[in-house]
């Protein structure tokens, strides 16, 4: 397992912008179709906002149509951790960075094969690394 970083909320509030960190660090979303990511086809690697670790192959973004950044796989299960969050009077599957612990998203088991998972992020989780093919 990828080594735990460990903030304290100050720490977090001063590296963060508000928008960031009123998602990664108190579990917000995003509105749908207003994050710079939801339509990005560029190839690279998306990384966690909060610690750089490496999230997501932009190979594995898919369009779901619903207006975040959506994947039908981390580049390795062990990058990204998930709890069952019943807030809201619904119960979904939270998703968290697995190194800083940071709020990505919500995993739905609606996407494309072969895995059949759609981990819907916000994009103010992530920061896209271009890179070539
Ligand atoms: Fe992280």
């Known amino acids: 397992m990828p ?3 460990v903030r304290t909320d100050e720490e977090w509030r001063n590296m963060l ?3 960031q960190y009123r998602i ?3 579990h917000g979303t995003e509105p749908a179709f207003s994050g710079r990511y939801w339509d990005t086809k560029a190839p690279g690697v998306y990384l966690c906002a909060g610690c750089g670790q490496e ?3 932009a190979k594995t973004k898919y ?3 619903t207006g975040w950044p959506s994947f039908w796989t981390p ?3 062990d990058r990204v951790e998930t709890e069952t969050d019943r807030s809201y009077g619904m119960t979904r599957i939270e998703a968290h960075c697995s ?3 940071s709020h990505l998203g919500h995993v739905f088991p609606d996407g494309p094969q072969p895995s059949g998972q759609r981990y819907c992020m916000n994009s103010a989780s992530l920061k896209l690394e271009e890179r070539e093919e």
Do not use: M
Request: glycine share 10%.
């Open 3 to 5: 080594k735990k970083i």
């Open 17 to 19: 912008d508000p928008v």
């Open 24 to 26: 990664l660090r108190q």
């Open 55 to 57: 999230l997501f192959d």
């Open 63 to 65: 369009d779901s149509g």
């Open 75 to 77: 580049i390795d299960s």
């Open 99 to 101: 190194r800083c612990g």
